[in-house]
């Protein structure tokens, strides 16, 4: 029988430094909370927001995939080897941290807040050579369809990484429902709701929730009413 | 009240030097850097740390941490992901609280 875990999007943790408020479904810097540490190799789920002309200042990371999906706005990229870029609602961005990069994230528009999605996976091998890409993502609106954002396969649609993982995003006409099929046994899906109402499998999920499912192959996903959501698909033992 | 003992080991100058600023600015731990194994080693030897955090670029990464577990089985080893404050301070706590 499948396991599932609720994440109410009121139960997160927020930290509020002023030029950012991030909203964070696992424990993140200063926000500690042992019964939300990851689920399998999802470790940060960050939901940000940037206020206009401020940013993250230059920091490293190692050992991380980092995947940055901009909701709103954008971000100017600069790190350790030598990417220069603006990326922006409609793409993603993914960092393999391996043995060590620098980078900063600005938002450039002095006028209007970025807000993005900040997730974090462990990898699947450490102290990999450091890689940067971001991509247009295609269909992007395609409706009541799985539209794949990341996967492991380079050659497979959306940015690739270091873990067993498959993303997707969706945006569902009101009562519309499909199936998620499981990519590989042993994985789990956590689904975050960026808009509207969900049901997974009996449960109401509303904006900004987050969901987990595991110990399962396949699952149905109802839309209440529009909605718009990212389902991640994680490996549970890595 | 004396600092908690933290040895970390990485042999990422940067990053190494980033964490150990995170760490000491909680003003309750002190770390110590080991940028190889072999001195990771003395240091075990000469300091008694409460935990220890493996963290980028660190030799047969694998068999060194098997080889910590063997020598100091009560030491938490951990090893350490993200390279910043994002996930340092958890996994403190998961280890020593």
Not at chain 1, 151 to 156: L, M, T, Y
Not at chain 1, 160 to 171: D, G, T
Not at chain 1, 209 to 232: C, H, P, R, S, Y
Not at chain 2, 18 to 37: D, H, M, P, Q, V
């Amino acid at each position: 029988m499948a396991q599932t875990v609720l994440h109410k999007a009121n139960t997160r943790g927020v930290a509020d430094h002023g030029w950012l408020k991030s909203y964070q479904s696992f424990s993140f810097a200063g926000y500690y909370n042992p019964d939300r540490i990851n689920f399998g190799a999802l470790r940060v789920l960050n939901d940000d927001i940037v206020t206009g002309g401020m940013g993250f200042g230059e920091h490293p990371h190692d050992n991380m995939e980092i995947i940055s999906i901009p909701l709103e706005g954008e971000l100017q990229h600069k790190d350790s080897m030598g990417n220069v870029a603006t990326i922006k609602a409609g793409e993603i961005q993914v960092m393999s941290a391996g043995t060590g990069i620098f980078h900063s994230e600005y938002n450039s528009d002095k006028d209007n807040p970025a807000k993005f999605l900040q997730i974090w996976l462990f990898p699947n091998q450490r102290n990999v050579t450091p890689r940067y890409d971001q991509i247009l993502l295609e269909n992007q609106h395609k409706k009541n369809e799985f539209i794949q954002i990341l996967s492991p396969d380079k050659d497979d649609a959306g940015v690739w990484i270091y873990q067993n993982a498959w993303f997707n995003l969706a945006y569902f006409d009101a009562e519309n429902s499909r199936t998620y099929q499981l990519h590989q046994p042993g994985n789990g899906v956590y689904i975050f709701v960026l808009k509207g109402q969900i049901e997974v499998n009996g449960q109401l999920l509303e904006t900004r929730d987050g969901f987990g499912i595991w110990e399962t192959d396949a699952f149905d996903i109802k839309a209440v009413g529009d909605a718009e959501f990212l389902v991640m698909e994680v490996p549970m033992e890595f | 009240m004396s600092l908690i003992q933290i040895l970390i080991i990485g042999s990422n100058p940067p990053i190494m030097e980033t964490i150990e600023r995170l760490i000491n600015r909680e003003g309750i731990w002190k770390a110590t850097i080991a940028f190889s194994n072999d001195d990771a080693l003395e240091k075990l030897h000469s300091t008694n740390f409460k935990m220890v955090l493996l963290c980028a670029g660190i030799d047969q990464e694998k068999l060194f941490k098997e080889k910590l577990l063997k020598l100091y089985p009560n030491l938490p080893v951990i090893t350490h992901y993200g390279g910043g404050s994002g996930l340092l301070f958890a996994e403190i706590y998961q280890a020593i609280l």
